[in-house]
């Protein structure tokens, strides 16, 4: 897939909320997600229609999740289907995070 050439259109996301053209985010966590998916994006590693069906298929999946649980939901999933690594290895990373995450000192950076 070749690189974009502009700016995702981000009214193409189901249920983003933006405030005028930025998108609003309630975490740190969700702006890193949402970096990470542009990114991606920006690497020419699945298109922004191709994102949109994946995250419109995760919203109406049925799971009670917020929206960006979602979104990484869909982003996962996504990279999973492209093979730039499997669910195994988010698994992995994500228990690996946690771990490292019960040991580390209140106010410290985690390391993995």
Same mark, same amino acid.
């Given at each position: ?5 502009? %700016? #995702?259109?981000? %009214? &193409? &996301? #189901?249920d983003?909320? =933006? ?13 890193? /997600?949402? *970096? ?8 020419? =590693? ?10 419109? *298929? ?10 960006? %649980? @979602?979104? =990484? ?9 492209k093979?730039? +690594?499997? &669910? ?7 228990? /690996?995070?946690? *771990?490292? /995450? /019960? %040991? +580390?000192? @209140?106010?410290? #950076?985690?390391? =993995?």
């Amino acid at each position: 897939m070749s690189k974009p050439e502009s %700016r #995702p259109d981000l %009214r &193409l &996301l #189901p249920d983003m909320v =933006l405030d005028g053209e930025e998108p609003v985010f309630s975490e740190p966590w969700e702006a890193q /997600a949402f *970096a990470l998916t542009v990114s991606l994006y920006d690497k020419g =590693l699945f298109g922004w229609d191709e994102w949109a069906a994946s995250l419109s *298929a995760e919203i109406h999946s049925g799971e009670e999740r917020s929206y960006y %649980r @979602h979104w =990484l939901v869909a982003l996962e999933n996504l990279v999973a289907a492209k093979q730039l +690594t499997s &669910l195994q290895d988010i698994e992995d990373r994500e228990k /690996a995070w946690h *771990a490292a /995450a /019960a %040991r +580390t000192p @209140h106010g410290e #950076p985690i390391e =993995l």
